[in-house]
């Protein structure tokens, strides 16, 4: 990865340059940035920058013996850990990133600004990965050996915010870490990680792209008309991640279903609605927590246009079914339906009865829209999120 790959972030790239050109590595740092910031792009075109023998003054070289290896992540120095599921023939606790190194690399080298829903599906799962017990020992393990080359040995931990306790175990090494030894993470979610891992390391945070970012890498990876282009910009909202998937219309069956939960749960037909819960519990976990997250993006753009009047972070299709939908829904009504869709993703991460839960919460919704909200007494603030 060269630091030219990836648009914009010229603050972020100077200051890790100047790490490099005066040799002040912290040998702890945690890049922090939210899904589709480029965290991860950033901290691997800085790996290929440090390893590179014969560097630029602004980016690695791409023709040396060790940019050979570190663009295509196999250099020996260079250690990877990230969350994983069980892999077949293997127990969960035995299921480690060296089982699912392979299918990493492709997915990441093809896109790194791919999120987490993108890698469980690279490793054919639907379930919660994580990092266990075992994979911290072997980033011990792994900083303890020799080093292959005559450069620093690197260990990029992936979403350490799947460590959850088991973080525990890394303090040591990340307070006093193996001479001449660096560890790297890339996170999204700095309120998940423990905070005696935070406390040990020194930040760098990423911004979302500038929307001219999001379309010079856009131009490079795809050939859109000049109307398809300037609406993904603006419902991407600078998340590089998101924009690259709307390029696939991914999210337009979100938007369907959503509309059609919506509407079936509003019409109160008991045969609709049974038929829809079953659908949508029917998708993996994943895939219903990323429709709970489109919901809640939904609501709260529609939202913000009610109240502000600013033309919403929406598709023209979306724009359209609101201006329709508007009719029957106020302010009130849309806080009651976005507390509902939180509480769905937090039932769902307890392991409730999906289609249970998406039949009753249908009918809370239903019961919302036809002017009961104030029945419904918990309100989804999005005052503070416009």
């Known amino acids: 990865m060269f630091f030219e790959d990836i648009p914009s972030k010229q603050t972020?790239?100077?200051?890790?340059r100047h790490q490099v050109k005066e040799a002040r590595i912290p040998h702890a740092q945690l890049f922090l940035g939210q899904e589709g910031s480029g965290a991860l792009a950033l901290a691997l075109a800085f790996v290929s920058y440090i390893y590179c023998?014969?560097?630029?003054?602004?980016?690695?070289?791409?023709?040396?013996k060790a940019c050979n290896l570190t663009h295509r992540l196999i250099h020996p120095d260079l250690h990877l850990a990230f969350p994983v599921i069980k892999k077949d023939g293997l127990k969960r606790e035995e299921t480690t990133s060296d089982a699912f190194i392979q299918e990493w690399r492709k997915l990441i080298l093809e896109n790194p600004y791919a999120?987490?829903?993108?890698?469980?599906?690279?490793?054919?799962?639907?379930?919660?990965p994580n990092i266990n017990t075992r994979e911290c020992n072997e980033i011990i393990q792994k900083l303890g050996l020799q080093s292959f080359t005559d450069g620093p040995k690197i260990m990029l931990i992936w979403l350490p915010e799947f460590l959850g306790k088991e973080g525990n175990r890394l303090l040591k090494?990340?307070?006093?870490?193996?001479?001449?030894?660096?560890?790297?993470?890339?996170?999204?979610?700095?309120?998940?990680?423990?905070?005696t891992i935070l406390s040990r390391c020194q930040l760098v945070k990423v911004p979302f792209f500038e929307d001219h970012a999001v379309k010079a890498l856009l131009e490079k990876r795809s050939a859109l008309s000049p109307t398809t282009m300037d609406e993904i910009i603006r419902l991407s909202g600078g998340n590089m991640s998101k924009a690259i998937r709307l390029t696939k219309s991914d999210d337009n069956s979100f938007s369907d279903l959503l509309l059609s939960w919506l509407r079936t749960s509003y019409k109160g037909d008991a045969i609709e609605m049974s038929k829809l819960a079953n659908e949508i519990a029917s998708m993996s976990v994943d895939r219903q927590q990323q429709f709970c997250e489109y919901g809640l993006h939904y609501l709260r753009e529609f939202f913000s246009w009610m109240v502000t009047g600013i033309t919403p972070k929406m598709s023209n299709t979306e724009i359209e079914s609101s201006k329709k939908l508007s009719a029957i829904v106020d302010a009130e009504k849309m806080s009651a339906i976005a507390a509902v869709v939180q509480e769905i993703i937090y039932a769902i991460n307890r392991n409730a009865n999906q289609k249970v839960l998406w039949m009753a919460q249908s009918i809370t919704v239903g019961d919302i829209l036809r002017n009961k909200a104030n029945n419904y007494v918990e309100k989804f603030n999005f005052a503070n999120q416009i």
Not at 12 to 16: G, S
Not at 54 to 62: I, L, R
Not at 173 to 188: A, C, F, N, Q, R
């Open 115 to 128: 999120n987490v829903f993108d890698w469980t599906i690279a490793m054919g799962g639907d379930s919660k």
């Open 53 to 64: 023998e014969d560097k630029t003054p602004t980016d690695s070289c791409g023709k040396c």
């Open 173 to 195: 090494l990340i307070e006093e870490p193996t001479p001449d030894t660096y560890i790297i993470l890339v996170s999204e979610d700095q309120n998940k990680i423990l905070p």
């Open 12 to 16: 972020e790239k100077d200051f890790l």
